[in-house]
């Protein structure tokens, strides 16, 4: 009896071992970068604040030519800006629903990197 006890303490044991690697959500693998400071949107500037988020998280994929961002290319600052006014770049950023969860194969972007390019798009998307 005694050993039964132990054997079936052994089998639970294991099991919960098991499933505790099991879960995988991506959120919980790749969770969101956390923000530093506080996200101040008030005078965003397309070269000071969008493009360098662009190239740290976008350009690997997105410039002219390249067709691991599916052709779309977010270099040409014409093209950025039909993205842009179009309410695509920023619904991919913020994975809202009906866009492509951007970037492909990362954790997204920061919310105050996602504010910065709402903002800027809402703006009308200058070249400033
Ligand atoms: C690893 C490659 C990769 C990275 C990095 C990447 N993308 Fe994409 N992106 C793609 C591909 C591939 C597509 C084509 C859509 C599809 O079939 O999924 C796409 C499509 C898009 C589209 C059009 C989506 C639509 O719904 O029509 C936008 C806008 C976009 N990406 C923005 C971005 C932005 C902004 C970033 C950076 C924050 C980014 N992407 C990072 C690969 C990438």
């Known amino acids: 009896m005694r050993y039964l006890l132990l ?68 270099e040409t600052f014409a093209s950025l800006q039909r993205n842009a006014l179009s309410g695509t770049l920023a619904g991919t950023v913020a994975h809202r629903n009906g866009f492509n969860p951007m970037p492909v194969g990362a954790p997204r972007i920061n919310a105050c990197d996602v504010a910065i390019i709402r903002t800027w798009a809402r703006n009308g998307a200058q070249n400033n």
Do not use: M, W
């Open 7 to 74: 054997l079936s303490a052994l089998f639970f044991s294991v099991l919960s071992a098991l499933s505790g690697c099991s879960y995988d959500n991506e959120e919980d693998l790749f969770p969101p970068k956390p923000n530093i400071g506080p996200c101040d949107t008030t005078a965003v500037l397309f070269s000071a604040n969008v493009l360098p988020i662009l190239q740290a998280n976008c350009y690997r994929c997105h410039t002219r030519g390249n067709s691991l961002g599916g052709n779309i290319d977010l």
